[in-house]
């Protein structure tokens, strides 16, 4: 009879067997990805692309308008000791200092003080004011020549201690503020490589062995980078993309290679040849790649349902990243392995460790591993597998401990106050904001007409400008720009709130529900508010069908792969309840603020409102790696004749050292992001972090096992009427053959 081989059994052995072909293959793949990628660039998305509802309709009008990109900065002058006002001679001095300064530059037009025939604004207590000006030349590259203002506004500033001189604005936050969140991201970058090697070098003992999964995910990441360029021309994509991508990208390329390799170290130290054990690795650990692999892609498609560009470009930039892993850990992976050979486990560390011990000490021993199987974790499944129902109940409760904050998570989109650390320029929005409510956040109005600069039109804004004004929810500063072709209108005016409150939302929506009807009918609002308000309306009604898509091609997934309706129902409760107890952390932190001094950051009372839907579907398809690797190395020991009870515990004991080192490295690199200036992405690394460290230990070392030894023999039910299911194998069908020879593996 046939041996049966599954796709990744055929992959990886056509690789072994002609590895100089294969990683020839790869070296091309990766280099013609970069070059090519390169020279198109990346398509990052318009504005509006990120926008939903009526501010989405909004933005469009904009992006085909032609306005001139204009970066507006503003200087704010204001008294520190509250004695001096607009009409003192010194505040007045400084003021025309502050209009001089910036002039001397050649970098600024269209000044405006309190003092012109069109003034800037100046609070009512007339102690603050506003110097208002363009950077000339386009708006988007004012960043580069911004920095002879902000020292002219310094200059200023000395001059005159008694006053707070202080500019921000597009051009100085988006140079000062980037530059800083810049480096947070090189450092991240630069903290999380080593900490993967260290921990890989913990996990193998052999520098060899450390190197290659961290070089294998790289070129990964450098050529799923490119393939984003070419795509980002149909799709595109929002910046931070590649950040994102280099985030998941080096988790799973990491745990990918570590989950083949340490399948091929264990059936070497067992005295297969390097040929039978690359092949033995393909059919197992490879096929389990390949699932977690699809199962992260597919989960990462549900976020294409949202509708907004920057959810869809992050799912773009992950399913490149994530098959591009999946594709070189079939390939290029078994090639190498094949090439190096038992070089892999070279000396280096393991004999340093059998040195300074005298010999009493292996690196195995130091992990507490032998013959593949972990003796910690052996130790833990003992009262486990005794005692399964007090140990259900317990893990249980604690993850549903957990999950009970989740049920008060409150959302809130970005604002200046995400901005953690000691930045000058976001004291200075603040101090903006406080004095001229809403002028920092104000609602823009778009309008298109024929010709919006007639006399009719014009008395059409003034008439808006009124009312708005007479509802109390909105306030000066207001402003109107037109076009070159004069069919457009942009109308900003105040609002009052924070810009991220109910106050806020409510002046919204009055002016869209009451006063934009009854005075420019068929205008649009958007601006940060509005937009906020659609992104969460659009959400709100796209969430159940990503919940629905994600939840029910998960389980369709599993249930195929392995032939169990309870399997994959429990899976998907499983991963529920981390990814709930996941939220609850967050909440925690976050929201309610513990740990504020240990991660020193200042909390906002909210999420970030796209953080939630993003770590579902990111978890839920991380968090299958775990499983489906542990539920094939189950369905293996249970296929060749073991009980139930006895292949799970063969199971988690023989993959707890790469699921414990996997987990670890996934924690490190996504605790990284917990150092950022952005609170946004220190909750995405923390959420993340401590998904995968609950779902690494308390799902997959006792949930997991526990429920599974209650269930007994049900764990593989399947109804009559789904047995034309595929049978798909879990291991290496072929007969085990008895070694000619053990090789000697030093481990």
């Known amino acids: 009879m046939g041996r049966r081989r599954n796709i990744a059994a055929t992959i990886g052995g056509w690789s072994a067997r002609h590895r100089w072909w294969a990683l020839l293959v790869w070296v091309a793949f990766v280099a013609v990805a970069t070059i090519a990628g390169n020279a198109v660039g990346t398509a990052e998305m318009r504005g509006y692309e990120s926008a939903n509802g009526d501010s989405r309709q909004a933005e469009q009008i904009l992006d085909g308008a032609r306005f001139a990109n204009v970066a507006g900065e503003v200087v704010l002058v204001q008294s520190r000791t509250g004695t001096l006002t607009v009409t003192d001679p010194a505040f007045r ?85 980037g530059e800083a969140i810049d480096e947070d991201f090189v450092r991240a970058e630069q903290l999380s490589l080593p900490i993967t090697l260290g921990i890989l070098l913990a996990a193998f003992g052999a520098l060899l062995a450390a190197v290659v999964p961290v070089a294998l995910a790289m070129t990964a990441i450098f050529a799923a980078t490119g393939l984003l360029a070419l795509t980002s021309h149909l799709l595109h994509v929002d910046s931070a993309t590649s950040n994102v991508m280099l985030l998941i990208g080096l988790a799973v390329g990491v745990d990918y290679s570590l989950f083949f390799i340490m ?46 560009g920057i959810f869809m470009g992050f799912a773009e930039g992950t399913i490149l990243v994530v098959l591009t892993a999946v594709a070189g ?7 190498l392995l094949s090439l190096i050979g038992d070089k892999i486990d070279a000396r280096l560390i393991h004999g340093t460790a059998r040195v300074l011990t005298g010999g009493r000490v292996t690196w195995r021993r130091v992990l507490g591993v032998r013959g593949g199987q972990s003796r910690m974790w052996g130790a833990i499944m003992k ?13 249980g409760g604690l993850l549903a401990a957990l999950a009970v904050p989740a049920f008060g998570l409150k959302t809130g989109a970005q604002t200046i106050d995400d901005l953690q650390g000691d930045y000058q320029i976001a004291e200075t929005f603040k101090r903006i904001d406080k004095a001229f409510p809403g002028g920092n956040e104000p609602a823009v109005i778009v309008v298109k007409a024929a010709d919006v600069t007639t006399p009719a039109f014009t008395a059409k804004i003034e008439d808006f400008r009124r009312r708005a004004l007479a509802t109390g929810e909105a306030n000066e500063p207001f402003a109107v720009a037109v076009n070159p072709d004069r069919t457009v209108a942009k109308i900003s005016v105040g609002i009052k709130g924070t810009g991220a409150d109910e106050v806020s939302e409510h002046a919204i929506h009055t002016l869209r529900e009451e ?4 005075t420019l009918p068929g205008a649009h609002v958007t601006g940060n508010t509005a937009g906020s308000m659609d992104f969460n309306e659009q959400l709100m009604r796209r969430i159940p069908l990503v919940f629905g898509f994600v939840l029910l091609l998960a389980f369709v997934l599993l249930l195929v792969s392995f032939r169990s309706l309870v399997v994959a129902v429990k899976a998907i409760a499983l991963n529920l309840l981390s ?29 970030t409102n796209w953080l939630p839907l993003f770590l579902f579907v990111i978890l839920f398809g991380l968090s299958m790696d775990y499983h489906v690797f542990i539920l094939s190395r189950i369905r293996e020991a249970y296929d060749r004749g073991m009980s139930t009870e006895d292949a799970v515990s063969f199971g988690i004991r023989s993959t707890a050292a790469v699921v414990t080192s996997a987990a670890l490295i996934m924690v490190a690199v996504f605790a990284t992001f917990a150092t950022l200036s952005l609170l946004t992405f220190m909750q995405l690394g923390i959420g993340l972090a401590a998904a995968v460290l609950i779902d690494a230990t308390v799902v997959r070392a006792v949930l997991l096992p526990a429920t599974m030894k209650l269930l007994g023999d049900w764990n593989w039910y399947l109804p009559r009427w789904l047995d034309w299911l595929p049978r798909l194998s879990h291991g290496d069908d072929e007969p085990e053959e008895a070694p000619e020879e053990r090789v000697p593996v030093l481990v």
């Open 93 to 177: 001095r400084a003021v025309e200092d502050v209009k001089r300064a910036v002039e001397a530059t050649g970098q600024v037009e269209h000044v405006r003080t309190p003092y012109d025939k069109e003034p800037s604004p100046v609070t009512q207590d007339r102690r603050t004011t506003l110097v208002q000006f363009d950077m000339k030349g386009d708006g988007g590259t004012a960043e580069e020549r911004i920095q002879p203002v902000l020292d002219a506004v310094a200059g200023v500033q000395g001059a005159h201690p008694g006053l707070r001189v202080e500019e921000a604005g597009a051009a100085s936050s988006a140079k000062l503020i």
């Open 263 to 308: 399948r091929a170290r264990e059936e070497r130290a067992k005295g297969r040849d390097k040929k039978r054990s690359i092949e033995i690795a393909a059919a197992t650990s490879g096929r389990a790649v390949l699932i977690s692999g699809i199962t992260v892609i597919v989960a990462m498609a549900g976020m294409f349902l949202t509708g907004n």
């Open 515 to 518: 006063v934009v009807p009854a």
């Open 329 to 335: 850990s079939l390939t290029v992976l078994p090639a």
């Open 579 to 607: 990814v709930a107890a996941a939220y609850g952390v967050l909440v925690l932190v976050f929201q309610k603020g513990y740990g504020e001094s240990l991660l020193g950051f200042h909390s906002t009372g909210t999420i």
């Open 383 to 395: 009262p486990v597998l005794r005692h399964p129902l007090i140990s259900v109940v317990l893990a």
